[in-house]
């Protein structure tokens, strides 16, 4: 783990611990996949888990009920995109398909395997390490980190009877050494789950991506880790019969009063969240979606959350370094986690060679010292 | 991918540079107190002639100034490359010749880097241009003490800096405090520092107890091989980008540094740094095969 660093941060941020949940909003907006086949019509009255459209990979369900308005062109994380507006009728009506209806008591062990395959791509095998990984690593970024402090005691529960069905040789929890507040409730309930082990990792950046976690807990190769937010879904699905129609997100940064966790619908458009709840304390803000390392600037107008977004960052605008000519320093070489040379980025082979290896997390750029933004050369453009 | 300005580590470029002004000043003022104040304090130079190291320093400040401004490139850099070349000069240096030889030998170089991408450690090579054109003086670098043999000066002595070399590079224990100044700056590369170092160490002491050639004890306690290493031979912008390279590249000075101030004992690591610098291509050539071939 020598490589892993911890990032230098703002410790003047600090998040509320008061979850606002506001998952009934008048209208939500469902973008559309490309290559996608719509299965609803206009005015159409729909329940939650109602196909709207399907693509060869899967099928997008409405996460409220209500009745389809029309088509909008809206922002996503992707970019623009349109989007089926579904205005909300409030009756939370739900599309029950028989062989949705499950029971974790009696359903056959070949069964539950097959459906965590099919919905949550889990290949969960017995005897295996488990781990629940709640690390957020994102600087300013809490959710894995709240989902386990809202929903401790369900993912105990749901750990402690797959651990039963599974056999598993060990299960560990992973919380940041920042995290108190999870690491005293955690100590509190353990002693019932003797079979639950806590682990208190350190600060460091991308220990919660998989590769990391199982080196750094010297795990084989077949663990498995699940993010709690996964592990959310899971609990929803198999021990609730719910499909996942909310989601945590933390909208946070210098620029806010008080950030703040939210339990939102998929699909609710983001400035109805910022105008209700939110007051920004500048006019002059950039708005980052999943993070200021591996995610990226977005127009906050008319942007809708998706599946996807898990955090909002809203920092006061700074004046950009301009990126100097790479002085050779080498020192991206030597902090990249994957071991690839950033350096010679500049030549377009060695650029497409390790696009898929590159992990994007940005690592190179945040320790450059003349502020390039290596991202330009994996994307084929031209830096100095 | 990071691309906000808003998070970057605290340190860039400019804080490594103003780590090398803060390594670099204590340098100076001890070059100053060796090469004036304690001459005229002995009555064994004048007022005016006290005021020529200072005289070296502004000159080499201003030829920074202008030569950073002609190129329209950032200040500080070009004046710290400035005053390290003008610490290695001897106190006996022309005074009318030398700005004329750092304008030029700096032009000259930073015109080729810039129009041709010539890459080449340009403090050494600076340095060399300097030594051609001041060879046609008489060029001593003892000072007027060093010469009378004035103050009969211990090993000790020499290691706190009262040796001859250049105006600021003989303290070799303001450099041990130098080079962890820098150390400490993640962007200096202390490995071609250290290596190069160890090697010249290493081989020396060979020399001493294989050829019992005392006289290598001297320049081992005298800093300004050490200087060159330090400030001029761990160049962050002209030396090879890996780690490994680092460490061939520092292993190749230390090598050079050696055999080359065997034959010219002052001048000669300025042309073991010259002659590492050309093998950076073929360093980086090779330890850049493990990464393309990823």
Same mark, same amino acid.
């Given at each position: ?37 719509i299965?609803?019509?206009?005015n ?50 739900k ?23 099919l ?26 980190n ?34 108190g ?58 021990k ?25 619908r ?30 990226k ?10 599946e ?17 000519p ?34 994007k ?15 330009d050369?994996?994307?084929?453009g031209?830096?100095? | 991918?990071?691309?906000?300005p ?9 804080t490594?540079?103003n ?7 204590p ?10 104040l304690l001459?005229?304090?002995n ?6 002639m ?29 004046i710290?490359i ?9 106190l ?19 015109y ?8 080449? %450690? $340009?403090?050494?090579?600076?340095? *060399? !241009?300097a #030594?051609?054109? =001041?060879? &046609? /003086?008489? @060029?001593?670098?003892?000072? +007027? ?23 600021? %590079? $003989?303290?070799?224990?303001?450099? *041990? !405090?130098? #080079?962890?100044? =820098?150390? &400490? /700056?993640? @962007?200096?590369?202390?490995? +071609? ?29 005298n800093?300004? !091989? ?22 061939i590249?520092?292993?190749i ?15 000669g690591?300025y042309?073991? !740094? ?21």
């Open positions: 783990m020598e490589k892993l660093i911890e990032l230098v941060k703002n410790e003047n941020i600090v998040v509320s611990s008061k979850i606002i949940s506001y998952d009934n909003p008048d209208t939500i907006y469902i973008p559309i996949a490309k290559q996608a086949s299965l609803i019509k206009k159409e009255q729909i329940k939650i888990g109602t196909p709207l459209y399907k693509t060869n990979y899967y099928v997008e369900t409405s996460p409220i009920s209500g009745i389809i308005s029309g088509l909008k062109a809206v922002n996503t994380i992707d970019g623009l995109k349109n989007a089926l507006e579904i205005h909300n009728d409030f009756q939370e009506k599309l029950i398909k028989s062989q949705v209806k499950i029971n974790l008591n009696n359903l056959p062990k070949d069964k539950l395997t097959k459906l965590l395959e919905q949550f791509k889990i290949n969960i095998k017995n005897n295996q390490d488990l781990v629940l990984n709640a690390i957020d690593d994102e600087p300013y970024v809490l959710t894995e709240f989902y386990l402090l809202t929903y401790y005691e369900e993912f105990l529960d749901i750990l402690d009877k797959l651990a039963k069905i599974y056999n598993f040789k060990n299960i560990t929890i992973c919380v940041k050494s920042s995290s507040e999870n690491i005293h409730k955690l100590m509190e309930c353990l002693g019932m789950y003797p079979n639950i082990k806590l682990k208190i990792v350190p600060n460091l950046y991308l220990l919660g991506k998989d590769i990391f976690l199982k080196k750094y807990l010297n795990l084989e190769n077949d663990s498995l880790i699940i993010k709690a937010s996964l592990l959310y879904d899971i609990y929803n699905l198999i609730r019969n719910r499909q996942k129609t909310d989601k945590l997100i933390i909208i946070t940064g210098d620029a806010l009063t008080t950030p703040t966790i939210f339990k939102v998929i699909g609710l458009k983001l400035e109805e969240l910022l105008n209700n709840y939110l007051t920004i304390t500048t006019k002059d803000v950039d708005f980052y979606v999943n993070g200021l390392m591996m995610g600037k977005i127009n906050i107008k008319d942007f809708v959350i998706t996807e977004v898990e955090s909002i960052i809203c920092m006061q605008k700074r004046p950009e370094e301009a990126p100097k790479c002085i050779n320093c080498g020192i991206c070489t030597e902090i990249c986690p994957v071991n690839l040379s950033p350096i010679l980025l500049k030549n377009p082979t060695y650029a497409k060679k390790v696009q898929n290896k590159c992990l997390c940005g690592l190179c750029s945040y320790i450059c010292p003349t502020h390039i933004n290596f991202n050369y994996l994307k084929g031209e830096n100095e | 991918m990071n691309n906000s808003v998070l970057h580590y605290p340190k860039d470029y400019r490594l540079i780590s090398y002004y803060l390594a670099l000043i340098l100076l003022i001890f070059g100053f107190y060796k090469n004036g001459l005229y304090f009555n064994l130079i004048k007022f005016k006290l005021l020529i190291p200072l005289y070296f320093y502004i000159i080499s400040i201003l030829i920074g100034f202008i030569i950073a401004k002609f190129f329209k490139e950032e200040t500080k850099p070009n710290l400035s005053l390290i070349i003008t610490s290695t000069i001897s006996n240096t022309n005074i009318y010749m030398y700005p004329i030889i750092l304008f030029t030998g700096l032009f000259i170089v930073k080729l880097t810039l129009r041709f991408n010539f890459k080449i %450690n $340009t403090a050494s090579t600076v340095r *060399i !241009i #030594l051609l054109g =001041l060879l &046609l /003086n008489s @060029y001593s670098y003892l000072n +007027i003490a060093e010469k009378l043999n004035k103050f009969n000066y211990n090993l000790a002595d020499i290691f706190i800096g009262h040796g001859p070399g250049g105006l600021a %590079n $003989t303290s070799l224990l303001i450099l *041990i !405090i130098s #080079l962890i100044i =820098l150390s &400490l /700056n993640k @962007y200096y590369k202390k490995i +071609i520092a250290y290596s190069s170092i160890t090697t010249f160490i290493i081989l020396n002491f060979l020399g001493i107890f294989l050829f019992k050639n005392t006289s290598l004890i001297n320049i081992l306690c800093g300004y !091989i050490y200087f060159a290493l330090i400030f001029m031979g761990a160049d962050i912008s002209i030396s090879p980008h890996h780690t490994k390279g680092m460490f590249y520092g292993f000075m230390g090598l050079s540094a050696f055999f080359l101030t065997l034959i010219s004992k002052y001048e690591i042309f073991a !740094i010259l002659i590492s610098s050309l093998t950076i291509p073929i360093i980086n050539k090779f330890t850049n095969q493990k990464y393309l071939q990823t």
